[in-house]
């Protein structure tokens, strides 16, 4: 049986606080055993690695050049894609659901790839950029949903716990 995975994004430049909040968010997904994928760089994504590899979860970083140059120590499997800002596209993909934290174009994009994809999309509040913006809202109208705001590691834990089910 495949891992569940949860996408973590987030800016790679992150404020100590944010940064917090994404280690704790990783340890959430670790404890669980879930699957951490994100975009394999630091900030926000090598803080989740880092709490989830912690807690002995597998962590996966999908990176926009051509090698790991960049990617950050706390991921098991890095995968270099050439892509540019084009490989925000896969990382949105590639979660079950995605918790944005903060956040900057980039993590804009990977919104609105997870939206598109029909992904839940959980949105951290508290740390300002398109999470906290974004949050509470829908995007468009295709969707019968809003990103769902969250504001600590238990609420995050709790709404995973529902939305990836145990099996």
Known sequence: MRLKQVGVI????ASAEACAFAEEVGRVIGRNGWGLISGGRHGIMGAA???CR???????????????????EHCHFLIPTNMGWTRN??????GDVVVAIGGR??????IAFAWSYGKPILSATGFGGWSEKLSGQA????????L??????AEVEALLQ??????
């Not at 987030?10 to 430049?13: C, I, M, R, T």
């Not at 990176?63 to 990617?71: A, I, K, Y």
């Not at 769902?148 to 590691?153: G, H, K, M, N, R």
């Open 105 to 110: 174009a980039g993590t804009l994009s990977e």
């Open 10 to 13: 987030g800016d790679a430049d």
């Open 148 to 153: 769902i705001p969250v504001s600590s590691a």
């Open 54 to 72: 912690d807690e002995g979860g597998m962590v996966l970083g999908i990176l926009p050049g051509m090698d790991d140059e960049g990617g950050n």
């Open 89 to 94: 596209s896969l990382n949105a993909l590639a």
């Open 162 to 167: 529902k939305i990836l089910g145990d099996d």
């Open 49 to 51: 690695s880092l709490g």
């Open 139 to 146: 995007l468009d109208d295709r969707r019968d949903a809003v």
